[in-house]
Structure formats: structure tokens, C-alpha cells
């Protein structure tokens, strides 16, 4: 999984990210965009920019390859087995969908192969998330400051994490893209006698 949190200035990095990616990316990727719930125009936003299916998640649905998974408004977004769930706790941060909240949830439910990625934002929501998914031995990605429309939330993430890597957001998603196909070229394949063989 690979979960990508911005708030302000979030709409140029969300659509520079999803533009990029190749239709037969296979690694379910989902935003976390602070918005309101006025802000209903944001799938179409980034449909415009991208081949892959943009759809705001339902409660229990399915996570599946090829899709890029937008949480919705006023809801906090959780990683519940296979599956999304949506919570109407409290804000976090004065925020939800809260960055953190769903960080902490994919740490918790993938470990290793969680990759989280704080982009442009004007507060700290994502810092701890991030620090939870490197904690677990997954992967810490954060739009270098220089480059964000707002650089206090990526400037957190990288006091959160300092082992972050930190990349301009060009290099953001062919760097997504280079852990994509390593990942893919990890998965166990099935010979044709049924033995597991790996690519």
C-alpha cells in the first residue's frame, strides 16, 4: 500500500503524483487530501490526469491493484484487513479525513510493504503516521520543502523521520513507480506444475 498525505497546495501535488502513473500500476495507492465536504470536485480533478481509476472509498470496500483510493470528506479513512473502513471519530489535528489516523492504520496492516508519502501541507498531521510506518519497517517518502507549496507538514515529517528520503516532487512518483515494479518482481509466480517460482 501506498498511502500519500497532503493538505494545503495538496491539489497540484496530488495531480503531479497521479499524472505519472502508468495504467498497469498495480499497487493500491490512496490519498489523503484535507478538504471539505464542499470540495466534492476532487476525483474528477484528478481523473482528468490520470489512467487509473480515481474512486472516494465506501465503507468495506475492497483494496484491489490499479485504482487510486481517495478518502472522502469528514471521515477518517482505516485499513481494516482487506478492506477500507471509515470512521466518524473526532477530528485529529482539527482534521478528518486525518492524515495520521490512516498512516497509523497501514503501518498497522502492512508493515514492511507500506510506503508512506507527506507531500505539501501547512500543519504536522502525517508526521506521526510516518514515523509509525517506518517504525514497522516500511518505506518514509517526503516531498522536499523547497519544492512544497506549503513546507511545514513536510518539514515535520522529516523531524519525525529523519531517515525519510526526501525528494523534489518530480522525482516523486518514477520513484513510486521503481518500487512498484520491484515489488511486482518479488511476488511469488505459479508454474504451470504448480510450484511457486519467484521472477
Given at each position: 500500500?501506498?498511502?500519500?498525505?497532503?493538505?494545503?497546495?495538496?491539489?497540484?501535488?496530488?495531480?503531479?503524483?497521479?499524472?505519472?502513473?502508468?495504467?498497469?500500476?498495480?499497487?493500491?495507492?490512496?490519498?489523503?487530501?484535507?478538504?471539505?465536504?464542499?470540495?466534492?470536485?476532487?476525483?474528477?480533478?484528478?481523473?482528468?490526469?490520470t489512467s487509473l481509476i480515481v474512486c472516494e472509498v465506501e465503507d468495506?470496500?475492497?483494496?484491489m491493484g490499479g485504482y487510486i483510493y481517495l478518502a472522502p470528506p469528514?471521515?477518517?479513512?482505516?485499513?481494516?484487513?482487506?478492506?477500507?473502513?471509515?470512521?466518524?471519530?473526532?477530528?485529529?489535528?482539527?482534521?478528518?479525513?486525518?492524515?495520521?489516523?490512516?498512516?497509523?492504520?497501514?503501518?498497522?496492516?502492512?508493515?514492511?510493504?507500506?510506503?508512506?508519502?507527506?507531500?505539501?501541507?501547512?500543519?504536522?498531521?502525517?508526521?506521526?503516521?510516518?514515523?509509525?510506518?517506518?517504525?514497522?519497517?516500511?518505506?518514509?517518502?517526503?516531498?522536499?520543502?523547497?519544492?512544497?507549496?506549503?513546507?511545514?507538514?513536510?518539514?515535520?515529517?522529516?523531524?519525525?523521520?529523519?531517515?525519510?528520503?526526501?525528494?523534489?516532487?518530480?522525482?516523486?512518483?518514477?520513484?513510486?513507480?521503481?518500487?512498484?515494479?520491484?515489488?511486482?518482481?518479488?511476488?511469488?509466480?505459479?508454474?504451470?506444475?504448480?510450484?511457486?517460482?519467484?521472477?
Amino acid at each position: 500500500m501506498i498511502a500519500v498525505g497532503a493538505s494545503w497546495g495538496g491539489l497540484k501535488a496530488l495531480r503531479a503524483v497521479a499524472h505519472g502513473l502508468p495504467s498497469h500500476f498495480r499497487v493500491p495507492i490512496t490519498f489523503v487530501q484535507h478538504r471539505s465536504k464542499e470540495s466534492a470536485a476532487l476525483r474528477d480533478l484528478l481523473q482528468d490526469c490520470t489512467s487509473l481509476i480515481v474512486c472516494e472509498v465506501e465503507d468495506k470496500q475492497p483494496i484491489m491493484g490499479g485504482y487510486i483510493y481517495l478518502a472522502p470528506p469528514d471521515y477518517h479513512l482505516l485499513v481494516d484487513g482487506d478492506a477500507f473502513s471509515l470512521s466518524v471519530d473526532e477530528p485529529v489535528r482539527y482534521s478528518r479525513p486525518s492524515i495520521d489516523v490512516f498512516f497509523e492504520s497501514v503501518a498497522e496492516r502492512f508493515g514492511p510493504e507500506a510506503v508512506g508519502v507527506v507531500l505539501t501541507g501547512a500543519n504536522e498531521d502525517g508526521a506521526a503516521g510516518l514515523r509509525q510506518i517506518a517504525a514497522r519497517g516500511g518505506q518514509a517518502i517526503v516531498q522536499d520543502p523547497r519544492t512544497a507549496e506549503s513546507p511545514i507538514m513536510p518539514r515535520s515529517a522529516l523531524r519525525a523521520v529523519p531517515s525519510a528520503l526526501s525528494l523534489p516532487l518530480e522525482r516523486m512518483t518514477p520513484y513510486l513507480i521503481s518500487l512498484a515494479t520491484d515489488a511486482e518482481n518479488a511476488r511469488p509466480r505459479r508454474a504451470s506444475g504448480g510450484d511457486e517460482v519467484r521472477a
